[in-house]
């Protein structure tokens, strides 16, 4: 299996400020990963696949990069409804799919 | 507009049986792998498995093989996630999820089911 890893767990940022998620895989998942929004009381909602290509209707603010073993999800400058948890999720090892633990977005 | 629509909450005593389904549309329902994602209270997100409806071939999560069953009914475009007897520890939240087409690698989770939340409780 495949384990994913994230850092920081937590992450208090300032809206209009900048952050940066990691996401790292225990071998390479070449460009198979994806990033997911979740926010309370909601379902998860795909951000980025391909490691950099955004899904339908993403905001500009959203970027993502990586290939292999290292990914990075950028948010270039907060609003209030991007504080949410994010997850990184590889789907390369077909069909042994596994997720992060996420990263929690707050506000500082 | 591709859709997913899940059956509502659920409560159930430990022991009993449940089938929870995913209605689909706007899409070719036969042509997509239909998986489902588990989300214990509090907890991260789990991969159980996925159905190919055109012929029900079905992959697990080795955590979840034997403990769920996952099907699929081509004629009304729904997925289902079933357990025959359910544990205290099946209480979470529950999505579905389309992945993509067969023998492709684009096998992201878009878009996700609203939840069917379940609660096993004596």
């Known amino acids: 299996e495949i384990v994913m890893t994230q850092s920081p767990i937590t992450l208090s940022v300032s809206p209009g400020e900048g952050a940066t998620l990691s996401c790292r895989a225990s071998?390479?998942?070449?460009?198979?990963l994806a990033w997911y929004q979740q926010k309370p009381g909601q379902a998860p909602r795909l951000l980025i696949y391909?490691?950099?290509s955004k899904a339908t209707g993403v905001p500009a603010r959203f970027s993502g990069s990586g290939s292999g073993t290292e990914f990075t999800l950028t948010i270039s400058s907060l609003r209030s409804e991007d504080f949410a948890i994010y997850y990184c999720q590889q789907y390369d090892n077909w069909p042994r799919f596994t997720f992060g633990p996420g990263t929690k977005v707050d506000i500082k | 507009e591709v859709q997913l629509v899940q059956s509502g909450a659920e409560v159930k005593k430990p022991g009993e049986s449940l089938k929870i389904s995913c209605k689909t549309s706007g899409y070719i329902f036969i042509n997509y792998w239909i998986g489902w994602v588990r989300q214990m209270p509090g907890e991260g997100l789990e991969w159980m498995g996925m159905v190919y409806p055109a012929d029900s071939d079905t992959r697990y999560s080795p955590s979840f093989e034997g403990q769920v069953t996952i099907s699929s009914d081509k004629s009304i475009t729904t997925a289902y996630l079933q357990w025959t007897s359910l544990k205290a520890s099946d209480s979470a939240m529950y999505y579905c999820?389309?992945?993509?087409?067969?023998?492709?690698?684009?096998?992201?989770?878009?878009?996700w089911g609203q939840g069917t939340l379940l609660t096993v409780s004596s």
């Open positions: 999820v389309r992945l993509g087409l067969r023998y492709t690698e684009d096998n992201w989770f878009d878009p």
């Open positions: 071998q390479s998942v070449s460009s198979n």
């Open positions: 391909g490691a950099s």
